[in-house]
């Protein structure tokens, strides 16, 4: 079965760096679409990034263009998101994602962003 799981979540100050990682098995993970979410309490799953099954082509939501980096290694079945001036804002949990008939996600990995 389809399995995604994400590390590389924590405790960082605002304007720090974060780089999560989510390895996905079960599936031919050159041939599909990755992406991430996160969700914060009380709100709802919000879109963060997502990438095309070459890394060619990547898009972001608008809160995070320009300090958050997507890409893909497509040998290690791995999905990464780079995150660079971090602002309170962006404490949430940070959710991996792919499709393929249904929406597979991983359990999720808490970034905190406070001083």
């Known amino acids: 079965q389809v399995q995604l799981v994400e590390s590389g979540g924590g405790l960082v100050e605002p304007g720090g760096s974060l780089r999560l990682s989510c390895v996905a098995s079960?599936?031919?993970?050159?041939?599909?679409?990755m992406r991430w979410y996160r969700q914060s309490p009380g709100k709802e799953r919000e879109f963060v990034a997502d990438i095309s099954t070459g890394g060619g082509v990547t898009d972001y939501g608008e809160s995070v263009k320009g300090r958050f980096t997507i890409f893909r290694d497509n040998a290690k079945n791995t999905v990464y998101l780079q995150m660079n001036s971090l602002r309170s804002d962006d404490t949430a949990v940070y959710y991996c994602?792919?499709?393929?008939?249904?929406?597979?996600w991983g359990q999720g990995t808490q970034v905190t962003v406070s001083s």
């Open positions: 994602n792919t499709r393929r008939g249904l929406d597979y």
């Open positions: 079960g599936l031919t993970f050159s041939s599909v679409t």
